[in-house]
């Protein structure tokens, strides 16, 4: 059993259930952030002296260097979905692995995305596939994951559709036939901390963590709509007001999201995922529904109520 392991990016939407898990294996976690205090709130979580709080940007190698000192594991969850990629995906993915490296560390768990392509159109796809090679160029044997979209109760995804829906008349929907397979949160996180816990089983790897099943935009929709007893109209946004759209100021969707909208968000044929890690992934209509009751005029007590 590893016995500390440093999570960077670790106050995130994904950080704080894989933190969750590493504790609940009795790991000693160290998670490096920019502003520790982002993470705090994870400290009633951990038992007495089993989580560490340290200031590191993963773009600045020092502090990088001091995050990773005596680690048995080195996490990088470190993600963007603007802003400067090969900075972030590319440089700071480099620094982390190298400096496991030279720290001894036995295992590298990097956190890429489906889709990730050094010849992808969105500049998003295309570092993340930079920065996994530049992890299994500096550190041998690193684990690559790649999810799919992650839903759960803090998301920007599911909810985001569940809020619009719950307040709007007509919903405008972009790219409705685009597909994803949507995977919850909390079964990544098991199948991260597996990696990092027992890395001789998962070493060299890269896996495709999706959920049980494709779902397109405009099902989505639709189902997040039917979940919180919302009847909007669905309007289909056509791809060319839509490319112009994503180009203003103040979008709901920029020009890098705009293009990777344009390849569905699938794992790959033959790609190992959930089932390398005894997880039998949960479909979104099974947990969502639980903490979506909020956007419900009556909340919970709508729950069996016509829609």
Known sequence: MVAL?????????????VAQELMAAGARVRIAERDPSD???????????????????????????????????????????????????VEGARNAAAAAKAAGAKAFVQISAIGADAGAASAYARTKAQGEAAVAQAFPGATIIRPSILFGAEDDFVNKFAAMAARL????????????????????????????????????QTYELGGPRAISMAELNAWAAGAVGA?????????????????????????????????????????PGFAAFDIDPKPIEVVAPSWLVRYRRQGRFSLNAPA
């Open 5 to 17: 392991v440093t999570l960077f990016g670790g106050g995130g939407f994904l950080g704080r259930y």
């Open 231 to 271: 009847k909007p109209s669905f309007l289909p946004v056509p791809d060319g007001i839509a490319s112009i759209l994503a180009r203003l100021p103040g979008s709901p969707i920029t020009a890098d999201q705009w293009a990777m909208l344009q390849t569905d968000n699938l794992v790959s044929a033959g790609a």
């Open 169 to 204: 008349p007509v919903l405008p929907v972009i790219r409705g036939a685009a597909r994803f397979q949507p995977a919850w949160v909390a079964d990544v996180a098991q199948a991260v901390a597996k990696a990092a816990l027992h890395s001789e089983a998962y070493a060299g």
């Open 39 to 89: 993470a705090f709130y994870l400290k009633p979580l951990a038992g007495l002296g089993q989580a560490q709080f340290v200031a590191a940007s993963i773009t600045h190698a020092e502090s990088v260097r001091r995050a990773v000192e005596g680690a048995d594991a080195v996490i990088n969850l470190v993600g963007v979905l603007s802003g400067d990629f090969e900075k972030l995906h």
